[in-house]
């Protein structure tokens, strides 16, 4: 959670159109990013930086471009999107609060650019996905957009999306809040895949949980042979979760069902990985949706989205990359 001493400066945001609420990382948070890359044993430093007019309107395009039942779920808590460099991870999403009362203000999203400039929807999937894993031999590809569409905006707008999971997460009451102690109650997409042990820690059910699950380390310095791949991924589609991303804890969980569910169901892109071995294709991992073993989250997804619409922008289905 980041406490703020000036929290008008930040309530303010809420009253701008969504597309508008984006802005360089602030001090106050530059810090605090700092303080968790430090405690995390990450080297990454964070440092500020100016969206110049061509991000301003891949961002814009990316925000515009999504189904109004996103933006509406999204908008009254969304203080800002924040982007700068050296954050440690493509996205974070935390908590803004008064520093004198503790009241909480809202979200913020953080974007790294180190990790976003140079790639398109494609590449930055498919270097999320093989994040885990190391070596020659295995690899994965993932294709999230057409090749008309394969373009920085994009990738922003699901990476968007997946932060926008948690910041709904935050204003809702199917997941226990992150920032406080984990309660002995229910909660309704928690209790899908997910239970509480007796040290409040999250464990998936029996059914739920998989070989090779809990030794996947995306951001961290523990990586897997290359041919893990097939065992993990093997292991993933036996189970309720969306992705090996969110299959990681409850709260990724959510935010990967969100993306996708938003980016395949409601917009009508791809999402497809295929395992491919020394560059030669070797199987296409079949799509979440379009499997009965997400028939419980759909019906979650149906139930928080309802019958979303997707926007035009400028008369045309696909995002606009220019301002």
């Known amino acids: ?6 929290p008008q400066q930040w309530s303010a945001l809420l009253g701008q159109p969504i597309e508008t609420r984006i802005l360089p990382l602030p001090d106050e948070v530059r810090e605090f990013v700092h ?28 925000l515009a471009g999504m189904p ?19 954050l440690g991870s493509s996205g974070v999403t935390d908590i803004v609060a008064d520093a004198v009362d503790g009241r909480i203000l809202g979200c913020i999203v953080l974007l790294d650019m180190d990790l976003l400039e140079t790639h398109t929807a494609n590449s930055w999937a498919t270097w999320k996905e093989n994040l885990p894993f190391g070596g020659p031999g295995f690899a994965l590809a993932a294709t999230i957009a057409e090749p008309r569409d394969d373009t920085r905006a994009h990738a922003l707008q699901f990476l968007l999306l997946h932060e926008f999971g948690h910041v709904v ?22 209790d899908l895949s997910w239970g509480v042990n007796a040290q409040g820690r999250f464990l998936p ?12 380390d995306f951001y961290g310095t523990n990586k897997l042979d290359s041919d893990a791949i097939v065992s993990a991924y093997s292991g993933l589609e036996g189970s309720d979760f969306p992705s090996l991303y969110g299959a990681t804890n409850p709260y990724d969980d959510f935010a ?34 379009a499997s009965p073993r997400s028939n419980a989250k759909r019906a979650f997804m149906r139930e928080l989205l309802g019958k979303a619409t997707v926007p035009r922008v400028a008369n045309d289905a696909h995002l606009l990359v220019a301002a």
């Open 1 to 6: 959670m980041i406490y703020t001493s000036d």
């Open 35 to 62: 303080q968790v890359n430090m405690a995390s044993g990450l080297d990454a430093v964070p440092a500020p930086c100016t969206p110049d007019v061509a991000l301003q309107a891949d961002l814009r395009a990316a």
């Open 68 to 86: 109004a039942a996103v933006r509406d779920l999204a908008s009254p808590l969304l203080l800002g999107v924040c982007v700068g460099r050296g």
């Open 169 to 190: 997460t935050a204003g809702g009451s199917f997941l226990p809040r992150w920032w406080e102690p984990v309660p002995a109650a229910s909660f309704p997409f928690l």
């Open 205 to 216: 059910w029996d059914g739920s949980d998989f070989e090779l699950r809990g030794a996947v």
């Open 256 to 289: 990967e069902c969100f993306a996708s569910y938003v980016h395949s169901e409601l917009l009508g892109r791809p999402y497809q990985l295929r395992v491919d071995y020394d560059g030669v294709p070797q199987a296409t991992l079949d799509s979440f949706w």
